[in-house]
């Protein structure tokens, strides 16, 4: 009897053609070897690029003040913070022209608010305070902040 369908065919010695156990082994210790040369530099450009996202965010925050600064003669106070930009202050009866942001006051790459500081000498900060929360740091955890 003649078979009509089958998976595998029979080579020439009759025997089914296939993978043995060690050549899968040696495929899986190879894709293994490539990702772990691989992976951390793909996590590392992950973690720049939110670096970048945010130095960008930050020079964004910056003009949106200066159009501020346009319209009212003066930045928002540090209690009025960022939020300004979006909602009309009660201390700022004209002049105003807002929003100077679409929507709401972004959050930083990792999902928390900018500092933002109005300085005695009438300049402004605004701060991430990067990758881990806290002030100081190296890397992806350094801060960043506006460059005036």
Known sequence: MKRLFSLSRPSSSGRARGFTLIELLVVLAILALLAGLVGPRVLNQLG?????TATVQIADLEKALE????????????????NALVAQPPAVSAGW?????????????WGRAYQYKLNGD??????????????GGEGE???????R
């Open 48 to 52: 720049g690029a939110k670096s970048k």
């Open 141 to 147: 955890n350094a801060d960043l902040r506006n460059t």
């Open 67 to 82: 159009l501020f600064k346009l319209d009212v003669g003066r930045f928002p106070t540090s209690e009025e913070g960022l």
């Open 122 to 135: 009438g300049s402004v900060e605004i701060v991430s305070l990067g990758a881990d929360g806290a002030a």
């Open 97 to 109: 022209a807002g929003p100077y942001l679409k929507g709401s006051v972004p959050a930083d790459p």
